[in-house]
């Protein structure tokens, strides 16, 4: 054997070798491949009635929403109406209840001031914050010099 056939059978061998290591390299990246087609397929198995049933959700809030907003709208109705109430009561019946309580006050008033058995009761003190209104000075000023 020479020298050139002995460089033919060493690069021959090498060769034999790096097809070997591709072919295992080649093997598993198709045993990968496989793999992961199948977790894709699962996936998308499981992912379709997913899907389906979050449709079926959103469909059922979107339908509740639609309630809820008939519902907001008929409150609001019935809010205004009774506003409109509340305003026809206060200026129809307003106005004579205020006077017919003025008049029975004057009333009582007027029989309370009548009776002479009773004794007359002492002027209420009027006071405003930090300082005393000048009538009730006066007052506490002649009860001293008696």
């Known amino acids: ?27 598993r990246l198709a045993q990968t491949l496989k793999a992961t087609t199948k977790l894709v397929a699962d996936v998308t198995e499981q992912a379709v009635p997913l899907l389906a049933d979050a449709s079926q959700a959103v469909r059922s809030a ?13 409150v609001q109705e019935v809010t205004a109406n009774a506003s409109a109430l509340s305003t026809t009561v206060a200026s129809t019946f307003g106005g004579p209840l205020v006077k017919v309580a003025a008049f029975g006050y004057g009333v009582r008033r007027a029989l309370n001031g009548r009776k ?7 002027p209420r003190r009027t006071v405003i914050v930090g300082r005393t209104v000048p009538a009730a000075r006066r007052g506490k000023r002649n009860n001293r010099e008696r």
Do not use: T, Y
């Open 62 to 74: 979107q339908a509740q929403l639609d309630r809820v907003d008939a519902i907001a709208s008929d």
């Open 116 to 122: 002479e058995d009773v004794p007359a009761r002492a």
């Open 1 to 27: 054997m020479s020298g050139g056939e002995v460089a033919g059978i060493l690069v021959a061998v090498f060769w034999a070798i790096l097809v070997s290591f591709l072919a295992v390299a080649l093997a």
